[in-house]
């Protein structure tokens, strides 16, 4: 192919799926002033919603832009959840954040804000497109896609991102392996506008581990996995008439549910990508990871993803990113995916043993004893910090990098330079590195002693020193913003003390 020079692609990024992953993305890149296109198959967003929960960390990422306040009017705040849908619920008020809770928010919802900001930032999206291939030089990325009359057409970017799902055709058209395991178990999931029953009768129903979760609207959701037909494959429509039966048979009444609004059954494939980026072809979201359903992890784990390599990608493009910066995007975020499918894995487990025979008893009992590990705070806050991914931390390369290198910043009260009280995620709106003075400030967390931070765009300590000597601090300071920023300069940070 021959070579199109940099002037000619249409866009800077095209990103594949405008769903919650693909949209904080698109927010992102833009952010950094990056020219974005969102393609999307879809001819309309989608009104019904999977996910339902936004857990800590993702809290906190939107809070750092700036957008949590659109959030937070439209959902409820729980103070923790579940863990293989075992009694004792995690406690995320006992975590260390300023979002101990869980808020529980139609993914209709998420999208729809994350839309509405992509839009604001002049981000361009492009509905009824479908992928078809691709072809990558050294200057960039042709997309073939084809429109919703059936049209075919090529677009032209410098990168082209796949937030396109589970099955992925950005993945399948660069080539990236998905290995995992196959679908062994299904659940099922309805949305009814009628549900006729007692308050008893729904806690009958959750009794026996079927979730019950009001919706908005004046919907009901029921969540079950059907001892009898847990082997159903996914593809296999779910009818009313199933639904009815197979509550009636896990809790002895079908609740009263009729007005269905949405039916579906989903299955327990895991995979996780061989690689999230090859060339100019990168993965975020469902298109690198699946996996079951367990602990609401999915949609938050995408939105991680989208914060990890939206700055880093922008900094390739806008010329000043570091060498090995691009790649440390799956460096930092492939570990963390693979612990979400080997955690959801956990989850289902202990769920799927007490439905056969032969182990029945053997789980109920393990379960009741990981109930009772529960109710020690220590492993409570364990398994809360991993699934509201306030644990995620990541390695440093560097040899000699201070031990808070790659660790979550806390988002203490801090001083700007013009003597503005804020907080640490208040000064990355802009999606800037934070470079924050230390010395003299009294912490009983793991800050204490450090004297100078410097603050990744996404919330990560990217240096720290609890060097005293001025000088010494200056020098550790630009070699810290040269491995980082390409640059010595302070200029581009934003400063604080």
Known sequence: MEPVEAHEHESDVIVVGAGPTGLMLGCELALAGTRVRIVERRTEATRNSRALTLHPRSLEVLDMRGLLPRFLPLGKTLPGWHFANLPTRLDFSALDTRHGYTLFLAQAHTEALLEERARE?????????EVTGLA???????????????????SRARYVVGCDGGRSAVRQAAGIGFPGTEETLTGVLGDFATVDASPEALEAARANGIMVVPLEAGLTRFVYIDPERMRTPAAEPVTLEEFRDAVTRICGDDCGISEPRWLS??????????????????????AAH????????????????????GWKLAAEINGWAPADLLDSYEAERRPVGQAVTENTAVQLLLTELTLVPPYEHNATALRTLLDELLGIKDVNRLLADGVSALNTTYASPRQGAHPLTGHRMPDIDVTTVSAKNTRVHELLAQGKFALIDL????????????????????????WATRTTDAATRRTERAEALVAWTGSSTEAGTVQAR
């Open 136 to 154: 990558q030089d050294e200057t960039g990325v042709s997309l073939d896609l084809r429109d919703a009359d059936g049209r075919p057409t090529t």
């Open 290 to 309: 699946i996996h079951f359903p367990a602990g609401g992890q999915g949609l938050n784990l995408g939105l991680q993803d989208a914060m990890n390599l």
């Open 439 to 462: 010395a003299g400030h009294d912490t009983d967390n793991d800050l204490h002693g450090v004297t100078e931070i410097l603050v990744r765009p996404d919330g990560h300590i990217a």
């Open 121 to 129: 930032l002049g981000v361009r999206i492009d509905r009824g497109y």
């Open 265 to 286: 059954r989903f299955g327990n494939a895991t995979r996780l990508a061989d690689r999230y980026r090859t060339g100019r072809v990168l993965l975020a979201g469902d």
